[in-house]
């Protein structure tokens, strides 16, 4: 190794001496006779010390000094000023003020020079053998660390691999070429003696995403980690990629699995869970609506008992709770038979009650309905329907149903404060009615899924005879009536628009039939009584037993129906059944709580559900009273007698 020594004085005399003197010291002793060549020296090499001369033309020794210091290379090196001035002292103070490690006065003492310059040599030499000794000890722990690298590299089991990106004249990256691989390479890829070559060379139908995805972690130096599909090569990869080295470097390293099995195995999995999953709650579906439907007609059936008990000595009375009471048995046949056919689990089935009606009658009826949700919603109805009569052979319930049930999903899906339009036209013997919102829309793959049957909601009531809910009974519904309904829409964001096809009639007919209620004067005493069910039997048998007992009994089939009756009497008790076809029995006793006089009347849920749930819910509602169906006429008599005694406490 050997050491340097600059020697900086313009005269060569000086220069010769200070060789002679440190010629013992077996260094290489570098000549400059000036501050620019000096500095030029410095820029070459290392220099174990400088003895820089004070007094030179152009630039002196403490500029050469301050040039020294400022430079990255020469700022530790140590300078030994030499000076004959007078004024040594001074001169001493700014050479330490510049750094200077010692100031050597002439005429120079050779024994001195030379132990002196000795020690910075010494003190050189011995930090380039410890540099050198720390550089092959990094070097063998680097070695070390590279062996452990490969053994690793060669031990994993998932695929690693180094590509170099090639690019075009612009830039963009269109293969790469595989620098390094490990022996798990060849068992995910398939792909055997890679390194060297190409993709394009060993896949040439490679797909241009796998190159956009390695350009951008090259370019960004952002790792990213990603599943996706290599259809050339039939797999799917799990991959993780980094860039190797700083910005501008095209290595990549690869960590990749094929996963290709894996996936088919939980698509399988995923499709049989799913299956399973779906015919379970088909199952789970069918069963609560099976027996929420048994129970309606164990209701009349149970009051038919003891109706034909009270009245033995009416003959109008029992043959007409006989007539009934056959009804009942013929429906529950009917579901028995249901039980035998398995496809009623998906498509459902519903029994009209068809009359001659007037569809403009029950577009109103269904906009009333629905008026207070698009209310809440705080949308823009408008509603367009022909002046004169469009008559029509159909259940005026369920075509309610099926316009309540659009213009709820419309006020549902739309955001707050937007339009929904209700139009009617007729095209030949057709009435055609749409619905058309400014909501969320319906994406073009989702258009045809939107009338297939769904789960039950379970805060949703179940109309009498069906067994799908939404958009799917609206469907059935129209099929029945012997129509058509269809959906539309721009696109998600966009709205859309739902057309119903009904078939007419040539001429007009009696308008539906409004709510049976009795407008005798109410006796003392009596209880003016509200029943409302869409099961006729079951709501006539139960006013039957109330009229027997003393009652004025009122009679509705829907929410609508009992809001009328309750906004046009005083009434103490209401029996409400909570599956009606146009709203809940919940959304009716919340709004009937908020009619006048109507805070302290006596409201009692008849449902087929009797969970504790379902009980709490109608607690929630503001029933005060749960009856599960079929009502037993004690709990009945009972609940009459407490709200008799109430009404005689009130007077």
């Known amino acids: 190794m050997t050491t340097h020594v600059l020697l900086v004085d313009d005269q060569p005399a000086n220069l010769l001496a200070l060789e002679a003197a440190l010629d013992p010291l077996r260094v290489n002793l570098v000549r400059a006779v000036s501050g620019p060549q000096a500095l030029a020296a410095l820029e070459k090499q290392d220099f174990a010390a400088v003895l820089l001369d004070v007094r030179m033309p152009g630039m002196d020794g403490f500029e050469v000094a301050r040039a020294i210091r400022a430079r990255p290379r020469s700022r530790f090196t140590p300078i030994l000023f030499v000076t004959a001035g007078d004024d040594p ?97 060849a068992m995910h890829t398939g792909l055997r003696n890679a390194i060297g070559k190409t993709i394009r060379e060993m896949v040439p139908d490679h797909d241009a995403h796998w190159f956009e995805l390695y350009g951008r972690v ?22 993780y990629a980094t860039r190797l ?70 003959p109008e009375v029992l043959e ?68 004169e009569p469009l008559p029509m052979d159909a259940d005026p319930t369920r075509i309610a149903q099926v316009v309540s049930n659009l213009l709820n999903n419309a006020a549902k899906y739309t955001p ?27 994406a073009a793959d989702a258009i045809d899924r939107v009338f297939e049957m769904f789960a039950q909601v379970p805060t949703a009531g179940k109309p009498q005879g069906g067994l799908g809910i939404g958009l799917s009974l609206v469907q059935s519904l129209v099929s029945l009536h012997g129509g058509s309904v269809s959906a539309t829409s721009p696109g998600p964001g966009k709205g859309s628009t739902f057309t119903v096809r009904l078939p007419l009639l040539a001429a007009a007919g009696d308008a539906a039939s409004g709510p049976s209620a009795s407008h005798e004067p109410a006796k003392p005493g009596q209880l003016q009584v509200l029943v409302v069910d869409d099961n006729t039997d079951a709501a006539e048998s139960l006013g039957v037993l109330l009229d027997i007992e003393g009652h004025a009994a009122h009679i509705a089939h829907t929410g609508a129906e009992a809001l009328q009756v309750a906004q046009t009497r005083p009434l103490d008790v209401v029996f409400l059944d909570i599956g009606l076809p146009d709203m809940t ?67």
């Open 89 to 185: 002292d001074e001169a001493m103070l700014s050479a330490y003020a510049l750094g200077a490690v010692d100031f050597l006065a002439k005429p120079l003492r050779t024994e001195v020079l030379k132990a002196k310059v000795g020690v910075f040599v010494e003190l050189y030499r011995s930090k380039e053998e410890l540099r050198m000794r720390e550089r092959r000890d990094f070097e063998q722990r680097l070695e070390a660390k590279e062996e452990r690298y490969r053994a690793l590299f060669e031990s994993i089991d998932e695929g690693f691999c180094v590509v170099k990106l090639l690019r075009d004249a612009s830039g963009r990256v269109h293969d790469y070429r595989f620098e390094e691989a490990n022996e798990a390479f």
């Open 218 to 239: 090259a370019d960004t130096g952002e790792a990213t980690r990603f599943v996706r599909e290599a259809k050339a090569m039939k797999r799917w990869f799990d991959v």
């Open 245 to 314: 080295a700083g910005p501008g470097s095209d290595l990549v390293a690869i960590l990749f699995s094929d996963i290709t099995q894996r996936l088919v195995s939980e698509q399988d999995l995923r499709r049989l869970n799913d299956e399973l999953a779906q015919a379970n709650r088909r199952k789970t579906e069918f069963l609560a609506t099976l027996a929420h439907e048994l129970r309606n007609p164990l209701a009349p059936l149970s009051n038919g008992l003891h109706l034909m008990r009270m009245a033995s000595t009416k």
């Open 320 to 387: 007409k709770t006989r007539q009934m009471m056959e009804r009942q048995i013929q429906h529950m046949v009917h579901l028995v038979d249901d039980l035998l056919d398995v496809a009623r689990i998906s498509t459902g089935k519903v029994e009209l009650r068809r009359q001659r009606t007037d569809l403009k009658e029950i577009v109103a009826t269904a906009v009333e309905t629905s008026a207070s949700l698009i209310d809440a919603g705080g949308h823009k109805l408008n509603v367009e329907v022909p002046s």
């Open 416 to 442: 707050s404060g937007g339009r929904i339009a209700l139009k009617v036209r007729v095209e030949g013997q057709e009435a055609v009615l749409s619905v058309t919102d400014t909501g969320v829309g319906i």
């Open 585 to 651: 029995g919940y959304d009716v006793a919340r709004r009937m709580r908020m009619l006048p006089g109507m805070q302290k009347t006596l409201l009692v849920a008849l449902t087929g559900w009797g969970t504790q749930d379902d009980r709490q819910r109608t607690r929630d509602a503001g029933f005060d009273r749960h009856l599960t169906k079929p009502a037993e006429l004690p709990a009945v008599e009972e609940l009459l007698r407490a709200a008799e005694k109430a009404k005689r406490a009130a007077a």
